[in-house]
């Protein structure tokens, strides 16, 4: 059985650095599946941050600038994001999430953790 | 980007209904679509991949079709675990993938 679960602070000041890990178990991260990011602010919809492959190719969402970091470490099962310069905008809670190879399906998600940034 | 417009944004329904919810992308992304449901404090679930294909696990009466940039999902005979907001979201194009806006299902 497949299982991700997201880890890290739940507050972050405006102006630092978001950081989190998605530990994943039942699933090699050599699989042919993209380790994928996705946010959704309080009450609203789903926005994709990016993807990263096992041999270290990425994809980021355009609309995230240059903010956006996502790194895997395969020998302790787990993958990462970091978000920097962060503001209220960035408010949400983060999915980590399993994507299909060719589709891009998600097919397994963790179950969110909610990362609220204040002073 | 690839634009994702689901209509409605809510529905009503009852128990035993069958509901369609309709997804529109802003070019054609042939069947790289995919369909979730997701529930109040829950992460989305995968119910429909490639337009048409039940995820295992997913009961029969949800199904789906179209390709090109008109897409649906059907529930049949609804149950009260269906009510939920449901996304779409495609597959064919990055970055970034899209999601629809949601349609909120809500028990009449």
């Known amino acids: 059985q497949v299982q991700l679960q997201e880890s890290g ?4 000041k405006p102006s630092g650095t978001l950081s989190l890990s998605c530990a994943v178990s039942g699933a090699s991260m050599n699989s042919t599946h993209w380790w994928t990011w996705v946010r959704q602010p309080p009450g609203k919809g789903l926005e994709w941050i990016g993807d990263i492959y096992h041999r270290g190719n990425t994809n980021n969402n355009p609309s995230l600038k240059s903010r956006v970091t996502i790194s895997i470490d395969k020998p302790n099962n787990r993958f990462s994001l970091k978000l920097t310069s962060v503001t209220a905008a960035d408010t949400a809670i983060y999915y980590c999430a399993r994507g299909g190879l060719g589709k891009r399906q998600f097919d397994y998600w ?3 953790t909610l990362v609220t940034v204040s002073s | 980007d690839i634009q994702m417009t689901q209509s409605p944004s809510s ?5 035993g209904d069958r509901v369609t919810i309709t997804c529109r992308a802003s070019q054609r992304i042939s069947t790289y679509l995919h369909w979730y449901q ?3 404090g829950k992460a989305p679930k995968l119910l429909i991949y490639e337009a048409s294909n039940l995820q295992s696990g997913v009961p029969s009466r949800f199904s789906g079709s179209g390709s090109g940039t008109d897409f649906t999902l059907t529930i049949n005979s609804l149950q009260p675990e269906d009510f939920a907001t449901y ?3 495609q597959g064919y194009s990055a970055p970034p993938y899209t999601f629809g806006q949601g349609t909120k299902l809500e028990i009449k």
């Not at chain 1, 602070?9 to 972050?12: R, S, W």
């Not at chain 2, 529905?11 to 128990?15: H, P, T, Y």
């Open chain 2, 87 to 89: 996304y779409c979201q």
């Open chain 2, 38 to 40: 997701q529930k109040p």
């Open chain 1, 9 to 12: 602070p739940g507050l972050v």
């Open chain 2, 11 to 15: 529905l009503s329904a009852s128990v």
């Open chain 1, 110 to 112: 963790g179950q969110g």
